[in-house]
Each structure stands twice: as C-alpha cells, then as structure tokens.
C-alpha cells in the first residue's frame, strides 16, 4: 500500500519558468515532510523540509506548501535551472519512536534551456 | 565533512550467492538506516538502528536479509542467499539523533542473475 504517492512520473520546464511538483498522502499520522534530490548513480540529497504546524517552508529558490485537510504537498522550483534536472522524491514520516521515512515513486524533473 | 560511504558501488551475483555491503555513516551519527530501492520506485526503509541497537526491522524479510552494527559506527547488510527480486538499489542513511535529518550515500547498485 502506498502511503506517499507522486502521481507524475516526469515534468518539463523551460528554464527560467516555475516548476511544481506534486505529492499526496494518506497517512493523517504524517506530521513531517520532505523533500529529497536525486541524481543518476548518488543517493538522495535532502532539500527541504516542513513540520504539519506549518503550511509554508521556504528556501532561496525552493517552497514546499502543505495542504492537510487535503493531504497534498506540493514544491515550486523558481526560477528552474538546468542543474535542477534530477528525480524528485517527496518522504513522509510519523511521530513514532523511529524515524522511518516513506517515499513517493519519484518526479523527474527536465529543466529545458 | 565526509558524506556517508558505501561500498561496493556495484554487485552482479547469481541467485543462490550471498552478497554483503557496507555502509560508514557521517561521523558522530548516532541513527544508522538502510533502504532498498527497487526500479521505478521510492526507498523502502529494511532496518533501522540507533548506536548498535535495533530500533526497526519490521520490513526487513529476515530469513535472507541481516544486518549489524556491531561497534555503533559502521554497518553491514547481508543477503544469504540472493534471489531475482533483490536486485535493486541498497541505500545507507544516517541521522544525527532518531528523528533529524537522514542523509544518503550513494548507494550500492544490486543485480541478481
């Protein structure tokens, strides 16, 4: 059963444009959401993150929005470079005493120039 | 600040075989992860300890998967024997405390013949 869901396997952009990528959950115990980069043949690099108290993270280029009562999570790239060309995996976690992350299938994200 | 190290990066084995990987977490880390990531979809936590002790193995099929921590620092994860449905992606993470921040290696590449 999966709990984290990215329903678009690929998106494009033009550079310079904004890039949304999309996620849902249905797991109303997530309290904690990320988001992760990643690269051919490199593990994941973590992005960027937001706590269920916030509907709103921001980081330079990068925003991730929450919506909880409708259980969607979204990022926006702006503006989109070439170099954010990458599979995007959006991970959610509980409040349990671990810490075990639960990933989409992943975006890949083509920035076009 | 050294990333995680994984090695091999890449393991061809034939079904029946036993392959082990290696994982050295960020230092000072004290919560050590392992995923399984199969083609076409997001990491799937098999084990996850915090120092030597076990905090989750719930998803880890343990009658051909193991892993140890023996000294708190380092990991292993053994597949004995492998089957076709192993190959995959072995992810290694680690985390300051059990609820901070995960952090990737680079992955070890499985291919089951």
């Known amino acids: 059963d999966q709990q984290v869901k990215q329903n678009s396997p690929s998106l494009s952009v033009q550079e310079g444009r904004i890039s949304i990528l999309n996620c849902d959950y249905t797991?109303?115990?997530?309290?904690?959401f990320l988001w992760y980069k990643k690269y051919p043949a490199e593990g994941p690099t973590f992005l960027i993150s937001?706590?269920?108290?916030?509907d709103k993270n921001e980081d330079g280029r990068f925003t991730v929005f929450l919506n909880k009562s409708a259980k969607h999570l979204s990022l926006h790239i702006v503006p989109s470079q070439p170099g954010d060309s990458a599979v995007y995996f959006c991970?959610?976690?509980?409040?349990?005493?671990?810490?075990?992350?639960?990933f989409g299938t992943g975006t890949r994200l083509t920035v076009i120039p | 600040e050294a990333g995680v190290a994984q090695s091999p990066r890449y393991k061809i084995i034939e079904k029946r075989q036993s392959v082990a990987f290696w994982c050295n977490p960020i230092?000072?880390?004290?919560?050590l992860y392992w995923y399984q990531q199969i083609l076409g979809q997001g990491p799937k936590l098999l084990i996850q300890?915090?120092?030597?002790?076990?905090?989750?193995d719930s998803q880890l099929p343990k009658d051909r998967f193991s892993a140890e921590r023996l000294k708190g620092v380092d990991s292993t994860l053994k597949i004995q024997p492998a089957k076709l449905e192993d190959s995959a992606v072995y992810l290694c993470?680690?985390?300051?405390?059990?609820?901070?921040?995960?952090?990737f290696g680079p992955g070890t590449r499985l291919l089951v013949l």
């Open positions: 937001i706590s269920s108290i916030k």
């Open positions: 797991n109303s115990m997530f309290d904690y």
């Open positions: 300890f915090q120092n030597n002790g076990v905090v989750d």
């Open positions: 230092s000072g880390h004290a919560t």
């Open positions: 991970a959610a976690s509980a409040p349990t005493g671990a810490n075990n992350l639960f």
């Open positions: 993470a680690s985390s300051s405390q059990v609820q901070e921040t995960q952090y």
